[in-house]
């Protein structure tokens, strides 16, 4: 196939109506973070902060604010977020008033940040409840967030992914409440993350380049974002693994950027679908399933009877994009040179994290229903979805 048909360059794509948005005021690039004192709302006197666990990532920023005459309350992150982390955080703030959040960390400390943006607006902790409903601005409590990993994109998206309270699963709150309302993007925060974060984290923006641009709901705007990244975020990921190089960490940081934009406004697909159940029940990071995953999610959906000739196009030129920075192998899979760098990497197979065959078939059926598995290109059935669990296990 022409590579130029590959990205969509002979073919005229239909365009129907779409909405995009991202009400986040972005600063992009290395050093931004110093912008951080001018940015913050006239005003502002108390500041919650919310930080990972490590003090290495978060030490210029607090360095900022201490020097400024900020003292600031501080919420650590710990783990992945759930509804249970995010109302202890709550709980421990107490009484202290919140004229501002500000949060410095991986995908994990935002979504605690945005979570507790909401319990915070409306004074009492969270519920399952709150995962149905509509969650407007919370225009009193300014947000700005500082990412100290290239992977979520969560920075610019009105969702955060939490552990339910009642249930063995992972949810999304939603609403403009958890609209950042500053994001900014420094790569030279990112770069003391650990080599195995940093891998997770640059699949997870990998991964939803990809996923954003196939996804069924995928729009002129997301593909327009995310199709030239799928490329550009791959070899930025190789280079950071391989050579820290600092030209790619702006690029990866980039690729995370553009992905979270993309999947705002046009979803994700089966990959996403799966790697939230698997989340939930097992300890495993959420960029490490993802990268599992991707391969023989994609293998799936061409070999799908639903897949048309469009998809399949989709699909293929990010397929080339994997091999082009990845060089296959096996002459007779062009995704095996991908799945060569993961092992050489030691990225960790599904039963790692303890996932069985025997629990297979269950958890296919529970990622059938699941919503970014909804926006999947083509539908894949539960038999389909068990198979690229076996075939990542």
Not at 18 to 37: E, P, Q, Y
């Amino acid at each position: 196939m022409p590579w130029a048909r590959l990205w969509g360059i002979e073919r005229v794509l239909p365009i129907n109506p779409f909405s995009i948005t991202c009400k986040t005021d972005v600063h992009f690039g290395a050093g931004t973070h110093r912008k951080l004192i001018d940015l913050l709302p006239q005003g502002v006197q108390s500041i919650l902060l919310v930080k990972g666990v490590s003090n290495g990532p978060s030490a210029p920023v607090r360095l900022l604010l201490s020097g400024a005459g900020f003292h600031c309350a501080t919420v650590v992150c710990a783990s992945e977020p759930s509804v249970r982390s995010v109302n202890e955080a709550w709980r421990a703030i107490g009484k202290i008033p919140v004229d501002c959040i500000v949060v410095c960390g991986g995908g994990s400390a935002i979504d605690t940040g945005k979570a507790l943006r909401i319990a915070v607006q409306k004074g009492a902790p969270l519920t399952d409840d709150d995962f149905a409903v509509n969650h407007v601005a919370c225009v009193d409590i300014p947000l700005i967030v500082l990412p100290t990993t290239a992977g979520t994109g969560s920075e610019v998206t009105p969702n955060a992914v939490l552990g339910a309270a009642t249930r063995d699963a992972k949810i999304s709150l939603r609403g403009q409440g958890l609209q950042p309302s500053i994001a900014i993007v420094d790569p030279d925060l990112m770069r003391a993350a650990p080599k195995a974060v940093a891998l997770y984290a640059g699949l997870d923006a990998v991964v939803q380049n990809i996923e954003a641009h196939i996804s069924a709901f995928a729009n002129p705007f997301t593909r327009a974002l995310s199709g030239p990244a799928v490329s550009s975020t791959l070899g930025a990921l190789r280079d950071v693994i391989e050579r820290d190089d600092p030209d790619a960490w702006t690029q990866l940081a980039w690729g995370s950027l553009s992905s979270g934009i993309a999947l705002a406004n046009g979803g994700l697909g089966a990959v996403h679908g799966l790697a939230s159940i698997l989340g939930a029940a097992y300890p495993a990071p959420h960029g490490a399933l993802c990268g599992r995953l991707l391969t023989p999610v994609l293998k799936a959906n061409l070999a799908s009877e639903l897949c048309t000739e469009d998809i399949r196009c989709d699909i293929m030129m990010c397929q080339q994009a994997i091999l082009d920075v990845f060089a296959p192998t096996d002459p007779l899979d062009p995704l095996s040179g991908f799945e060569s760098w993961l092992t050489t990497q030691n990225l960790p197979r599904l039963a790692h994290w303890g996932i069985q065959s025997d629990q297979i078939d269950a958890l296919a059926e529970a990622a059938l229903s699941a919503s970014s598995s909804l926006k999947n290109p083509v539908k894949l059935e539960t038999i389909e979805l068990a198979q690229v669990l076996r075939d990542a296990l």
